[in-house]
């Protein structure tokens, strides 16, 4: 058969078309005109019944004038109306002018085709006529749409009871919630099962909400969200949870199948829509009540859990990271409440192993280091409780160690000879220290000239990490695959007397003394008003104890490197340094801040403007204490206001010229008083170190957030941080 041939249509065919579309018109302006003087009289049924009574004769009626409109490119016919007629009441030739081989292609398919469909519009005008004078044609699709409704209901109901119920039983009890349709059934049962639910509008902040909650407390935290580009805004905290090792779980709802890639709205493809950056991803089912389902909502509950948890649950230091579940869901998506039977496991979820150091192994580690110049490098992770950072202090002394301590390892709320503070500056001088050994806990710290420096000594590396090196220096010599604290205790119960190097330790110890004094200097420069140290310090050494200090990235944890220095005050310091972004910052504080009465955040001006929206959660934090789900924390936001990106002038693109002020500075001029009266938080100024001593004091145990605003210059930052490095 050729292609493109014309096909002109038989003036029968034309005219039945004409008679049906005539009498098609004149049937709904009738029952229209019915449904009219039904809605009159208060019978709102009236219109099922107007077409339930066209007659079985009508019907038929109307099928004689169905019309075959054949496709070009296929032999195939479609129908243009419910009902077809028989092969006798076809045409003899409706196409008159196709070549003869054509024609009768063409025509014994319309044939076979029209039989077919003429048995089954019989079979159905029986039925039909069998109804006519009864209302069960109309009453019928609307029983079976109830009862299919209400067996979605059920069903979404039972499998997310057994899975959230699993999830109480692995420990989970913290949801962050962003509202949405397709995900009513999570957020509906996360309540119903937990009622105490965060709320954020903002899916990107309530992930970073949910980040900084999981870090605060160790455990799992859940986000959920609806589908589309919420669930693409959760990718900058799973990009940070990842690197972070924070065990997040992200309950996406989607669409189901039927509805994917035909333009459904707020529909995109989900499935493994983080890639590689989540530990795990299930595509779940459909929701049905039968027990198998119900077994693998629980025991993918699970799954998700121990994933997410990783190795050593509540550990820093050890393998969690994100774990992302999407749930399709049909309508209706309001779930049927619990019947409270889910038959969870009395059992605990996980059993973890121990993870010592046989014997042999301890000893072969310990030669490396004795007798030799060892220090050991402690970045975020190394502590993850007291009772880890007094086994790394019982090694360093036993040892002869010195802890070079980040500010994030947990050390530096020690005042111990062996905790080296000011390394970043010992390291900043002409000859510091030399060493042999360098055992590394966590990942590298904060300090970029410390790895410089570690990295051109050459060193034999031991790298002390549950899951890998993190080695951005591509030095690693040994890798020993568990927890500081697990290490500092095999270390120490060797039975083999001898120490690494003494005049090592006596060095750094001497040097870190000298350089604390000229750190501590910092509040009797003349200048102090001007400098971000001088705040820092001072705020260091108000802050109450017990209390979190969250940091920014950027200045705000370099600051801190330098100017906080160790004393015997224990507070938890936390930041965001998996991938040291500015993004989320203000929400992942605010989320930390859920474990502690008392929380400050210290931050630049640019990181409080990228997520200066977390401020809406000032009414979430008043609507729980309202609803009795707990008290509202009180949280001090300070901020560093250089206007603009001050880190830049310590940088290599430092520069007199246009392109540095224009690309790199970038000065904003927000007024941070207007911003907060907008969010309902309270705000002072504070342009002196004295007067920002007095002004924080006073805000700590305020509920809710405050913020104080610091001006310091943006300029010649280098020049103000040069005697302490």
């Known amino acids: 058969m050729t292609d493109n041939v014309t096909q002109p249509i038989d003036r029968r065919i034309l005219a039945a078309a004409e008679r049906a579309i005539a009498r098609e018109k ?74 003869s081989d054509v024609e009768s292609s063409a025509h014994d398919a319309a044939v076979q085709s029209a039989d077919s469909l003429h048995r089954q519009s019989k079979a159905e005008t029986q039925m039909e006529g069998a109804f006519e004078d009864s209302d069960y044609e109309a009453v019928r699709p609307s029983a079976q749409k109830e009862a299919g409704t209400a067996g979605t209901a059920f069903s979404t109901g039972a499998f997310l009871d057994a899975f959230f119920s699993e999830l109480d039983r692995c420990g989970v009890r913290d949801y962050v919630v962003s509202p949405g349709s397709r995900s009513t059934p999570l957020a509906m049962k996360a309540f119903e099962h937990f009622g105490d639910v965060y709320v954020d509008i903002d899916e990107r902040g309530a992930a970073f909400f949910a980040l900084g909650l999981a870090k605060a407390t160790g455990n799992p935290v859940a986000v959920i969200c609806t589908s589309g580009t919420a669930v693409g805004n959760w990718m900058p905290a ?22 994917q890639q035909v333009g459904a709205p707020q529909t995109c493809d989900q499935l493994n829509i983080f890639g590689t950056h989540v530990k795990k991803f299930v595509q779940m089912p459909l929701p049905t009540a039968d027990a198998p ?55 605990p979820p996980t059993v973890v192993p121990g993870q010592g150091i046989v014997p042999r192994d301890a000893m072969g580690l310990f030669k490396v280091m004795k007798g030799k110049r060892t220090i050991a490098l402690c970045g975020e992770g190394s502590c993850n409780s007291e009772y880890d950072a007094h086994l790394l202090l019982e090694f360093a002394r036993k040892r002869n160690v010195p802890l070079l301590a980040d500010p994030l390892s947990g050390l530096r709320c020690y005042d111990d000879p062996m905790v080296i503070d000011n390394y970043d500056t010992v390291f900043g001088e002409e000859e510091p220290p030399i060493a042999d050994v360098v055992v590394r806990f966590g990942r590298w710290p904060v300090s970029k000239r ?80 001007g400098f971000e140290g001088a705040y820092v310090e001072q705020l260091v050494d108000v802050i109450p104890e017990n209390s979190l200090l969250f940091s920014a990235n950027s200045m705000s944890i370099r600051a801190l490197d330098t100017f906080y220095c160790k004393r015997d ?49 000032q009414n979430e934090l008043r609507m729980r204490e309202m609803r009795g789900d707990g008290p509202m924390p009180s949280i001090v936001i300070v901020v560093l206001n250089n206007n603009g990106g001050g880190i ?51 805000m700590l145990g305020e509920p809710g957030i405050s913020i104080i605003d610091v001006p310091v210059p943006l300029a010649g930052l280098s020049e103000r941080y040069e005697p302490y490095q």
């Open 26 to 99: 004149a049937r709904k302006a009738a029952e229209a005109e019915a449904v009219s003087q039904a809605a009159q009289a208060g019978d709102a049924p009236a219109s099922r019944t107007v077409k339930a009574s066209r007659s079985a004769a009508e019907r038929r009626e109307a099928g004689r004038d169905t019309v075959y409109l054949r496709d070009v490119a296929s032999s195939e016919p479609r129908k243009s109306s419910r009902f077809a007629p028989s092969a006798s009441e076809l045409p003899s030739n409706p196409h008159p002018n196709l070549p």
């Open 238 to 259: 799973v990009l940070e949870a990842e690197s972070s090792r924070v065990p997040l779980l992200l309950l996406s709802g989607d669409r189901p199948a039927r509805l």
């Open 293 to 347: 389902s119900l077994a693998y909502a629980r025991q993918m509950a699970l799954d998700a859990c121990i994933v997410a948890h990783g190795a050593l649950p509540g550990a820093a230091s050890c393998d969690a990271g994100p774990v992302h579940l999407n749930f399709p869901f049909d309508e209706p998506l309001k779930p049927a409440p619990s019947t409270g039977d889910t038959h969870a496991c009395p059992l």
């Open 450 to 529: 410390c790895c410089q420096t570690v990295a051109a000594m050459a060193p034999v590396q031991i790298v002390v990490d549950m899951r890998d090196t993190r080695d951005l220096a591509t030095s690693t010599s040994l890798f020993v695959r568990t927890s500081p604290a697990v290490f500092a205790q095999a270390m120490c119960d060797v039975h083999t007397p001898g120490t690494a190097d003494p005049a090592c330790a006596q060095e750094w110890r001497a040097r870190n003394d000298a350089a604390a004094q000229r750190i501590g200097s910092v509040v009797l420069r003349p200048d102090m008003d």
């Open 569 to 617: 005050k224990t507070f938890t310091l936390l930041c965001n340094r998996g991938l040291n972004g500015i993004d989320g910052t203000v929400s992942s504080a605010l989320g930390a801040a859920q474990s502690f009465d008392q929380t400050t955040l210290l931050i630049g001006d640019l990181a409080m403007l990228h997520d200066v929206n977390a401020l809406a959660l």
């Open 648 to 698: 830049f002038d310590m940088l290599p693109q430092k520069s007199t010229e246009d392109y540095f002020e224009r690309l790199f500075l970038t000065p904003q001029d927000v007024d941070f008083k207007h911003m907060a009266a907008a969010f309902g938080v309270g705000y002072r100024t504070a342009s002196t170190v004295h007067g920002f001593r007095r002004i924080y004091s006073s």
